[in-house]
């Protein structure tokens, strides 16, 4: 299966975000990836608006089967999530219990207005009943491939597909 | 002898300091780190731990580390159970392995345990079933790994590395868990200078196997230092015959503003409370502006959420 370009997937996705977003909206990326591509499309759209980050490491469904992930870093909101409106960024999305875990996270922080969900590739395969608003790509992808986000050394990123879990 | 890592290399108990890696120390600062901005947050609390059952057994009187703990555990959203065993069944006769199995039969996950007696946490970590955890929160003069953690953790956030670093602990180093702890943890971290600094009654005979600098003389110990590190004199040690009197203690090794003079400008003050003041700490460096003495507390929730949250989910 050949993936399209990466920086095209992102133009179309930073193109619908333009049209639809308010001019107090705050992007909020989720690690590793997501927090990547919240950074470019707020480069991108040129927002003025503070970037949240969120490790939702303490907030899993799974850390009872796997434990604590490895590499937990400090989430970042560094706005008052009171009444704000609240665009989530994820790189990939799948079974949507990532998103689940983050909207979880951002309540204790306060109540939004809203919170609107991005993802740059939507690859089928919900366990919850979560949906994106803007999507770069829809990938109808086997149960044994993954899809991954990778940035290089000069800051590109890069979809890879690879085997495994 | 209880090991406290398991076989996938996860800590499955925390013993003590001695042996862990400069990796698995850095993974608990780390961990710590991200929890450090929950506890600022509204809702003070993440659901890591729900449903979970946590034993404080405390066979000693504290206050601090006990309440640390307890609040850790509820940010995690733990159920804490609180126990000062010295008040009860003890008195009844029943032993520590009695006590123990009694409490695993109400279900618990997790047990801190505070006891006068080195080696208690461990007989207790070798005795539960592999599901349950075990703090070591301070055994007999043996280890307090989760004050050396604070400690270090507050080192790195004012610090950062410790690799430049010329580290003195002051004080009652014989009798001293906390000592030894910090000892093992800054040597595994890899800080260049280690001094001890104590009276010769008060600082154990072969203390430099430990890989630290004994001093008995504060002018010369503090010189240049970059973190002072002070213990709490027991009131029983002034009382034996180790010591002629608080006021002569105080004279020579209680941290004055002229002692910490002697140490680098930026050098920061800890203690892991509570404090005696005009005994080890004059009041006007504990209040001062090198005192880094709350933040500890502070920091010392955070570590302590991250020890249990590994713990938990090994």
Known sequence: MELPQTRDVLEKLAKDIRIDLSDDAILVGIHTGGAWLAEELHRM????TPLGMLDISFYRDDFERIGLHPEVKPSDIPFDVDGADILLVDDVLYTGRTVRAAINEIFDYGRPARIRLA???????????????F??????LDENRMIDLLRNETGGLELRLRVGN | MQRQINKNGELQHLLTIEG??????????????????????????VPLLRGKAIFNLFFEPSTRTRTTFEIAAKRLSADVINLNI?????????TLLDTVNNLSAMHADMFIVRHAQSGAAHLIA??????????NAGDGRHAHPTQALLDMYTIRHFKRDFHELRVAIVGDIMHSRVARSQIHALTTLGVPEVRVI?????????????????????SKGLKDVDVLLMLRLQNERMQGALLPSAQEYFKYYGLTPEKLALAKPDAIVMHPGPM????????????????????????????????MSILAGS
């Open chain 2, 126 to 135: 070798n005795h539960v079933a592999p599901e349950i955890h075990v703090i």
């Open chain 1, 135 to 140: 999507t770069g790509i829809k990938l109808d």
């Open chain 1, 45 to 48: 759209l040129s927002l003025s």
């Open chain 2, 276 to 307: 005696n003041r005009g005994i080890e700490i004059d009041s006007a460096v504990a209040d001062g502006p090198q005192s880094v003495i709350l933040p500890q507390v502070t920091f010392g929730i955070a570590v302590r959420m991250a020890v």
């Open chain 2, 20 to 45: 862990l890696s400069s990796a698995m120390l850095h993974h608990i600062l780390d961990t710590a780190e991200s929890f450090v901005g929950v506890t600022e947050r509204e809702v003070k609390k």
């Open chain 1, 119 to 133: 993802v740059l590739v939507d690859r089928g395969g919900r366990e919850l009943p979560i949906e994106a608003r």
């Open chain 2, 86 to 94: 010295s008040a009860s069944s003890q008195s009844k006769g029943e």
């Open chain 2, 198 to 218: 104590a009276p010769k009654t008060l600082l154990p005979k072969g203390v430099e196997h430990l890989g630290v600098h004994p001093y008995h003389d504060m």
